[in-house]
């Protein structure tokens, strides 16, 4: 059997050469197997979960790269580049497997830090970047996104991240070194001391503040135009707050880490003073739920998504919503069986295909389910956790993909039923799903 090795290449000349196949590929195992040396083992007495999980780290270590100015999360193939909100999110779920992800992902996302405003790019002192582009047109300027800020959540989850990462491991060092809570929470604390009413907008604006060019229309978790319930989008002057507030003021748990007992003690006043505004500004008691966002008038736009379950995530939901959100969660208009849709069922902008309008994000599962741990909703989790493994179960490579469709789950229908809705063959016996 005659073996053909071939190699392409888009670089100049000055490229070394190639290693030889089969020593390149010893050579990544080897990389892979550094890689995972120091990360948290779990093993359990299900095969098909050990494949799970087995795939989940793999595919992490394929994704993450290592720069001199930390790590960073690229998105293979298509978003081969650094996100703020991917890299934070993915370093808070990893903090118990591998906290050093979370180290490197400060590391660079202080290096990028916004240092003067820049309204092209949706820049002030302080934000956490959003995108980075360092293709052509991105180096050029001809789009906005060389480096991009338009982000409602990157700078809290940054000193979020930093809150949670110093309590496991104790690294203060690195903190300091990433100026954790200094620029990026200096810039929440200048925002948020604003008087009057727009205090929960002018903290977590939903739009870009310079005047209107290219980059994102929305700055919610959903990168989306928000919507009422009527299926109309919101005044386009709106200050959307979205469902990103934090009750235990993670910049009070900082200061105090570096002496500054005073500021820590003012910031944890204003968390609570914070949290008692969100809530009489977002819930809505004929939905059961927190609305999706404020308009420009600052109405609540009455629609029921699963940020509300991020909401209890972050930890600003009032203890006795708590149970009232987790049984809308569940319900069929939202649990399909597989997961939660990011919009319930029945909303004028229901599409269970939609990007964002319906379909099923196992990351955005992944933080309801800890939410709902975080209020002692343990029911709700074990049906969230046994949704997304029988999906994984489902996949090719065992892999969970970045989100599927939102159809409900029926019985003798499996994968397919996730992405297209099933068709039954004439005279073929239907298979049970797990």
């Not at 120091?38 to 087995?54: K, Q, S």
């Not at 989850?157 to 809150?163: I, N, R, S, T």
């Not at 009070?252 to 609570?272: V, W």
Request: aromatic share 8%; hydrophobic share 35%; charged share 30%.
């Amino acid at each position: 059997m005659r073996r053909l090795y071939q190699f392409a290449s888009c670089d100049d000349e000055s490229m070394p050469a190639p290693r030889p196949f089969l020593r390149g590929l010893r050579s990544a195992r080897r990389d892979l197997r550094q890689a995972t040396r120091n990360a948290t083992t779990v093993e359990t007495g299900n095969d098909i979960f050990n494949e799970v999980l087995c795939r989940s780290m793999s595919d992490l270590c394929m994704l993450i790269t290592d720069t001199p100015r930390g790590l960073t999360l690229r998105g293979i193939p298509w978003y081969s580049t650094t996100f703020g909100r991917d890299g934070l999110i993915t370093a808070m779920q990893m903090l118990a497997f591998r906290p050093q992800f979370a180290r490197g992902v400060l590391r660079r996302l202080a290096a990028f830090q916004a240092k003067e405003d820049d309204p092209v790019n949706d820049a002030q002192p302080g934000k956490i970047l959003h995108e980075m582009r360092q293709r052509r047109d991105g180096v050029l300027r001809e789009v906005p996104f060389g480096l991009y800020y338009g982000s409602v959540d990157s700078t809290p989850l940054f000193v979020m991240l930093a809150g949670l990462y110093a309590e496991r491991t104790g690294d203060d060092a690195t903190i300091v070194r990433a100026v954790a809570g200094d620029r990026g929470g200096a810039r929440l604390d200048r925002r948020s001391r604003r008087r009057g009413r727009r205090r929960l907008h002018r903290i977590y604006s939903a739009r870009r503040e310079g005047p209107r060019q290219p980059g994102l229309e929305g700055f919610l978790r959903r990168d989306l135009p928000c919507r009422r319930a009527a299926g109309r989008g919101a005044d386009r002057a709106r200050r959307g707050a979205g469902l990103r507030l934090r009750r235990e003021a993670p910049r009070g748990a900082l200061r105090a880490r570096m002496g500054r007992e005073e500021t820590a003690r003012a910031l944890d006043s204003d968390a609570a003073r914070l949290a008692d505004a969100f809530e009489a500004a977002f819930w809505c008691p004929e939905l059961g739920t927190y609305a999706l966002a404020l308009d420009g008038a600052k109405r609540p736009c009455r629609v029921r998504s699963s940020n509300a379950g991020q909401v209890l995530f972050t930890g600003i939901c009032a203890p006795e919503r708590a149970a009232e959100i987790a049984h809308d969660l569940m319900r069929p208009h939202f649990f399909s069986g597989w997961g939660i849709r990011t919009i319930a069922q029945g909303e004028a902008r229901y599409n269970p295909m939609s990007y964002h309008n319906g379909s099923i994000w196992p990351h955005d599962n992944a933080l309801i389910a800890l939410g709902l741990a975080r209020y002692g909703q343990k029911r709700a989790v074990e049906r969230i956790f046994q949704g997304l493994f029988d999906t994984a179960s489902y996949m090719d490579l065992r892999r969970l993909p970045e989100l599927f469709c939102g159809f409900t789950r029926r019985r003798g229908r499996g994968r397919r039923s996730i992405r297209w809705p099933a068709r039954r063959r004439p005279g073929r016996a239907r298979r049970r799903s797990r």
